[in-house]
């Protein structure tokens, strides 16, 4: 099982484009969480997928979107692009329900730099 | 609203002395925390939750609820444990995890 997975590895944009990211979940999980982290800072929850549906959201604005597919993978779709949208972006699986199984994995991450 | 707090940015010791990172919380309900570890370019792993209560690479946490804390401690550092520390926070519902901003340790040879 190679865990969480996240592709790209690196991305670069402009202002005012759109960007997806995508991730897989580990391998038995049903659930899909999405991070932001920007320099010298703790990753900020984003928004939770479980059973194609957002479960939870954090403080981030409707540029920010998601989906997930019936195999549990899950998009991050960002729109309007701003600098300050530059950051790592962490996906994190687990599996809902049950005590201890939701405790969350986390994927290497895509970093995205928009000019 | 759940908050995190990592009052030391940086940590540096040397091998062979006790480390401690501290970690207080606020939240209303009851608490999951977590310590996740991660180690230069690799991805951010789990490293220790505080229901399990396990000691993982010697590492031990201890939920203090009175004081709101749960700081991660080892009797003697190693120089593999230099790392960037980061203490989470579960929300009852599961779903959300709250980060303080991490404490990088430095274990001086």
């Known amino acids: 099982d190679a865990g969480v997975t996240q592709s790209p590895t690196h991305l670069i944009k402009t202002r005012g484009q759109q960007v997806t990211l995508r991730c897989s979940p580990k391998?038995?999980?049903?659930?899909v969480s999405w991070y932001q982290q920007a320099l010298g800072q703790g990753p900020q929850f984003i928004f939770q997928y479980y059973e194609e549906e957002e479960r939870q959201r954090g403080n981030f604005p409707d540029r920010f979107s998601g989906h997930q597919f019936p195999n549990y993978s899950s998009e991050l779709n960002v729109n309007a692009l701003l600098l300050g949208d530059s950051a790592l972006y962490l996906c994190a699986s687990s599996l809902a329900g049950g005590e201890g199984t939701d405790t969350q994995y986390f994927g290497p991450g895509t970093r995205l730099t928009v000019l | 609203a759940q908050r995190v707090t990592q009052p030391e940015k940086l940590l540096s010791v040397f091998k062979g002395a006790p480390v401690e990172l501290k970690c207080n919380y606020s939240y209303s309900g009851s608490p999951e925390l977590f310590w996740y570890v991660q180690y230069s370019r690799q991805r951010l792993q789990l490293l220790l939750r505080h229901i399990s209560r396990e000691s993982i690479k010697g590492f031990t946490a201890d939920l203090n609820k009175g004081e709101t804390s749960f700081h991660l401690k080892k009797p003697f550092a190693q120089e593999e444990d230099s790392a960037m520390y980061y203490c989470?926070?579960?929300?009852?519902?599961?779903?959300?995890?709250?980060f303080g901003e991490g404490t990088q340790l430095t274990v001086n040879p």
């Open positions: 989470a926070l579960l929300e009852t519902s599961g779903s959300r995890l709250t």
């Open positions: 391998s038995g999980h049903d659930t």
